[in-house]
């Protein structure tokens, strides 16, 4: 996803690292945005110790001073929020995280 305030900052879904990648375009730098770099069952808190299951995809909303990260991580099938790098919480899980269910978005259970 290329932020669409800075076209130099380019985010993406890591999924066999389990982690959310930041790539700044004008000098050639990667970094770490949030992941523990272990796959298995959601882990919310500071970003970097944050835990993701094959994530997907990554949106940013740039317009806050920091920006937010909306990430959906795949196999638990949960929408991410990452509103500074000291929270990632999850902000929408299915009732349904077993890979191989038909449809995993089906039935949402519970919003924050």
Request: proline share 6%; glycine share 8%.
């Amino acid at each position: 996803t290329l932020d669409p305030l800075d076209e130099t900052a380019l985010y993406i879904a890591e999924s066999g690292g389990g982690l959310i990648r930041g790539f700044d375009l004008a000098t050639n730098t990667v970094s770490r945005v949030a992941g523990n770099r272990q796959h298995g069952a959601t882990i919310d808190g500071p970003s970097l110790q944050a835990r993701f299951y094959y994530p997907r995809d990554v949106a940013v909303d740039s317009r806050q001073s920091n920006a937010v990260f909306y990430i959906a991580d795949g196999n638990n099938a949960a929408i991410r929020k990452i509103s500074d790098p000291t929270v990632t919480r999850t902000v929408i899980q299915s009732s349904y995280t077993t890979v191989g269910t038909p449809d995993p978005w089906a039935l949402p259970t519970q919003c924050i």
